[in-house]
C-alpha cells in the first residue's frame, strides 16, 4: 500500500490494452523470415517510426523511405496503408481491468505514443476509450516517451498529483521515466500480474479475472 491514496491510473496503449506488433503484417509480406527481421532491423526501424510518433506524416515518410530503398517499395509503403492490420485487436485481459477500474469510479486515463491520424482510427475502432476520461497522445503533442514532457503535459492538463497516480507501461524506460517524477510506475507483463499490483495498491479490481473461463470440450 502506498502513502498516498491512488486516484489515478494512466494506461499506454501499444503493448498494454491493443495487441500492436508490425509482423501481423510483414509476415505475409515475406517468405524468409530472416529477411523480415532484417527489413525491421535496417528500413522500418523503431528509430525511423519514431518520427510517427512525433507527429511526422506517416504516409509522406513511407514515400520518401521508399525512394531510398526501392527494392521495398511495398513493404515500406504498407506500414502505413496496412497499419491498422499491425492491431491484432484488444488484450481483452487488460481491458476488463479498466472496465472495473472505471466501473468503480475510478479516474482512468491513457498515454501513449502514437500517430495522430492512428490515434483517430483505433479511437473510433475500439470501445474501451469511452472508459477513459483523458488521452494524451505524442503525436498531437509533438514529444514522445520516454521524454518527461510527455509525462509532465499528462500529470498538468489532469492535474494529477504524481504520488496518487498509476502509470502502466510494457517498456521498461517509459516506467523509469514516469518513476523518475514521482509516479507511481509498473512495468506490465501480463493482466494477472497487473491485477496484482493494483490490489495491493488497494485499487478496487478482482484478483481474477470475471469473465467465465472457457470449458474444455
Known sequence: MTETKITAVVFDIGGVLLDWDPRYVYRGLFDDRAELELFLATICTRDWHRAHDLGVDTEESCRELALAHPEYAEPIMAW???SEEMVAGQLDDTVEVL???AEAGVRCLALSNMEPDKYELRRARFGFFGLLAGCVISGLEGVAKPDRKLFEILLTRYGLEPAGTVFID????N???AAE???V???FTTAAQLRTELY???LPVGLTSRRPRRSTP
Do not use: K, N, W
Open 181 to 183: 517524477l514521482g509516479v
Open 170 to 173: 510494457d517498456q521498461a524506460a
Open 175 to 177: 516506467v523509469e521515466a
Open 80 to 82: 502505413s496503408r496496412r
Open 185 to 187: 510506475a509498473l512495468r
Open 200 to 202: 495491493d495498491l488497494g
Open 99 to 101: 472496465t472495473e477500474l
